[in-house]
């Protein structure tokens, strides 16, 4: 397998505060590799390291196999696209995309053939003589990654693109981006905080927290089996518990819930008896389960109904209150339920995930 992207034991310090701990990871020619992780886990500062912009306290960065040590940002292979997309008003749409190469002197011919092969490539032929204000903010964002393709990058470096744009406009982009990179082959490193762009768009993604990667794989792996509770809580939406482990077996633990509520769940490889943290995915619970046999089951209240289309919960507590989110079935055999209804909830043990929980002072 061939790497676009090799990194190697990377730190940078800022005096004593370590923001980038000792990470590592290669990133596959022509795939989509995303770093996610919340506000100030580091993955800014990585990604400019990558680019250049920041120099490493220590560790190595290979792009295509060449050593970026000592390499300014300008002679490295990579691009740059910002939340902020920064393209130039006073310029139409291919004097944006021609800016690099008319700076790196390249003849007037290849610089009007290569954008207009890029205008094609991302979708918007005949768009050249288009003025950056007549554009939709989804046009801007394919305008700004032409930019940067149009300089034919080994890889093209991302910072959350999508931030700045609508919640209807960002669903929409996370598709066109998906297919762009897919059409074009460009090695893609995106970051954001968005947890749901990274799961849609990435073939690969790394989970950050306070400056290491604390699990990468796919989107599948790291939604259905997560390696750390902080993985389990950052990537889609759980249920927790707290509680204890009482006994284990080959597969699963029995824990005890501060409420009192006995469930069996899937063992980790660190399992151990003792505090713990329970997590359950919203859709792992069956409502008035038909079949009840090994499954955990117990009761809640509906506090409220949450409508949101194919992506509808029940708010409901158990008699503790503790608060639970329960996604509705699609088939929506259960319009029948109302706030204030007392129902049966079951759920597989291997659906359930328990962590050692360390005990603080």
């Avoid at 800022?14 to 506000?39: E, Q």
């Avoid at 053939?113 to 964002?141: C, H, M, N, W, Y």
């Avoid at 947890?195 to 990667?213: H, I, K, P, W, Y």
């Avoid at 005890?256 to 069996?264: A, Q, S, V």
């Amino acid at each position: 397998m061939q790497f676009d992207l090799v990194i190697t034991s990377l730190v940078k310090k800022f005096g004593t505060f370590v923001a980038v701990d000792d990470v590592s990871f290669s990133v596959p020619k022509g795939s989509f590799f995303s770093i996610l992780g919340p506000s100030g886990c580091g993955k800014t500062t990585l990604l400019r390291m990558i680019a250049g912009f920041e120099e490493s306290t220590s560790g190595s960065i290979e792009i295509s196999g060449q050593d970026m040590r000592g390499v300014t940002p300008n002679n490295r292979p990579v691009n740059l696209v910002f939340q902020h997309l920064a393209l130039f008003p006073m310029m139409d749409v291919a004097e944006n995309i021609a800016f690099g190469l008319k700076r790196r002197n390249f003849p007037s011919a290849e610089i009007r053939r290569r954008t207009d092969e890029i205008l094609e490539r991302v979708d918007l032929p005949g768009f050249g003589a288009k003025r950056i204000q007549q554009l939709s903010g989804g046009q801007k964002q394919r305008v700004a990654i032409a930019r940067c393709l149009v300089l034919e990058p080994k890889v093209l470096l991302l910072d959350e693109p999508l931030g700045a744009l609508d919640l209807k406009l960002r669903e929409q982009m996370k598709v066109e981006l998906k297919k762009l990179q897919a059409k074009i082959g460009t090695t893609f490193v995106y970051i954001t905080h968005d947890q749901s762009e990274a799961l849609v768009m990435s073939d690969t993604v790394a989970v950050m927290n306070r400056g290491r990667f604390e699990q990468v794989g796919s989107p599948q792996e790291l939604y259905g089996d997560p390696h750390t509770p902080f993985v389990a809580g950052f990537v889609g939406d759980n249920n927790r518990w707290a509680g204890n482990v009482e006994e284990m077996d080959d597969e699963t633990v029995l824990i005890r819930t501060d409420e009192n509520l006995i469930f069996r769940a899937r063992k980790k490889a660190d399992a151990r008896k003792g505090p713990a943290t329970l997590f359950l995915r919203p859709e792992a619970m069956v409502i008035e389960p038909a079949e009840r046999d090994g499954l955990n089951t117990f009761g809640v209240t509906v506090k409220a109904i949450l409508f949101d289309g194919a992506n509808s919960r029940l708010l409901t507590a158990t008699a503790a209150g503790h608060e639970l989110l329960v996604a509705l079935p699609q088939n929506r055999a259960f319009d029948h339920i109302r706030p204030g209804e007392n129902i049966t909830l079951g759920w597989h043990p291997q659906s359930g995930v328990a962590f050692a929980r360390e005990e603080t002072a």
